[in-house]
C-alpha cells in the first residue's frame, strides 16, 4: 500500500463538542480542510462499555447509537429488510443481544455516517478508522459465536518496564484452529464492515497476530501469563481474497519482535512511530528517533494511549529535552515546534491530535492505559480550535510538503 505525502489529526466523535455527528462533525470538517489536512483519524465506532471505552465495545460490528444526530429519524421497512440482508452475518446477533429497535439504529448510523463521509470527501477529507484486535467479554461477538473463543485464558500484556505484573485485559482470545476451519469468516466480514466505514484502519495491537499473551482465566495479574503463537499471515490473506488490498495500518508500537516486523512487510502495511518515544539517550537505534524515521511507518506526535505533547514536554527528563531541541524542537515555540518536527519526516503520513494542536497538557489526555475509569472524557469546546490555528496548521504542511492534491 502507497500512501502519498499527506497528514490529519485525530479526534474521535465523542470529542466533538456534541459528542455526536451533527453540525460540530461537519465544522470540523471544514476546519480540517481549512487546515490542509486529509486525514481525519476516529477511535472504534462501537458502543463502549460503563467506562466509556471504545476498545471494549458491545459489538466489534455495530455502531453506537449514541452517535446519531437524529436518534427517532423514521427508518422504512424496505430499508431495515436491505440492511438485514446486507449485514446478515452479524445484524441478528446484534439484534439478539441489543434488543427491539437495534437494527433500526443501525440504518440511521449508516444514512447519517454516508452523508458525513460524503461531506468529507468532497473537501478532500478522508477518514481513519480504527480495529481493536480483541472483543468485550461477554459482549454480542462473544455471546454470538461463542466456538470461536478459547475458555480457559484471557487476553493481556506481559510485564515490562511500565508494569511490574503486566496488563490483564479480561479480553476473550480467539480460538484460532477454530477460526481457520471457518476460513476466518468473522475476521472477513468483521473488515468488510470496517472499510464499508473508513478509508483506512489501525489495527490494534498487531503483533497479537504473530504471537499473544494468554492469561488464565483465574490468575491474580498478568505475570501468570505466557506466549501462544498467533495465525500469522493466513487471516490477513483470507481476508484479501475476499475484499482485494486491505488499506491498514498496522499498530506495532512496544518491543516488537522481527518476526512482527517481517509480517508487517509481508503484508506491506505501513506501522508506526511515536515523536515523544524517540529521544531516549539509551536507545540511540530505535525506530522512533527522527532519523531513524522510515517510509513505511505514520509518524505520531501523540496517541490515545500517551500524553499529549506539552504534558509530555512537562514531564520529560533533561536528557530526552536536549533530545529534542537538538533534532530541532523550539521550546519556546511548542506545540508547534515539535509538529514542524513530525511533519518534516520521511514518514509518507503525519498525525497530531486536537490537543495537541491546542497545545494542551495532560488535562487534556484521552486514556490512561491500564486505568478503567476516568478516561474517554476529553471534549472540544465549540470555537476552541480558531482560523488562527488551521492558518499555522497548514502552514507547517505546505512547508512539508503534506497538502491533498
Known sequence: MKLPRTSGVQLHLTSLPEGRLGPGARAWIDWLA???QTWWQILPLGPPDRHRS????????AAWSGFLEDPEAPVAPEEEDA????????????????????VAAQVRFD?????????????????IGDVPIYVAPDGADHRTW???????????????????????WGNPLYDWPAMRRDGYRWWVERLRRTFDLVDLTRIDHFRGFVSYWAVPEDAPDASYGSWRRGPGRAVFSAAEDALGELQVIAEDLGVITPPVTALRRQLGFPGMVVLQFGFDPNDPHGPHRPENHTADKLVYTS????????GWWGDASEAQREGAIAAGVDPEDLPWSF??????????VAMTAAQDVLGLGSEGRMNLPGRAGGSWRWRLQEGQLTREHARRLREITADAGRLPG
Request: charged share 20%.
Open 339 to 348: 509538529l514542524e518536527l513530525a511533519w518534516s519526516s520521511v514518514s509518507p
Open 83 to 102: 440492511f438485514r440482508e446486507r449485514h446478515a452475518y452479524w445484524v441478528q446477533g446484534w439484534e439478539a443481544y441489543a434488543g427491539a429497535g437495534a
Open 303 to 310: 496517541t490515545h494511549d500517551t500524553d499529549t505533547v506539552m
Open 54 to 61: 471504545p476498545y471494549k465495545a458491545h459489538s466489534a460490528f
Open 146 to 168: 461463542p466456538g470461536l473463543f478459547q475458555s480457559g485464558a484471557v487476553a493481556g500484556a506481559p510485564p515490562d518496564a511500565f508494569t511490574e505484573k503486566g496488563q490483564h
Open 111 to 127: 444514512r447519517e455516517w454516508a452523508a458525513l463521509r460524503a461531506y468529507g470527501a468532497q473537501r478532500g477529507v478522508r477518514l
Open 34 to 36: 481549512e487546515a490542509g
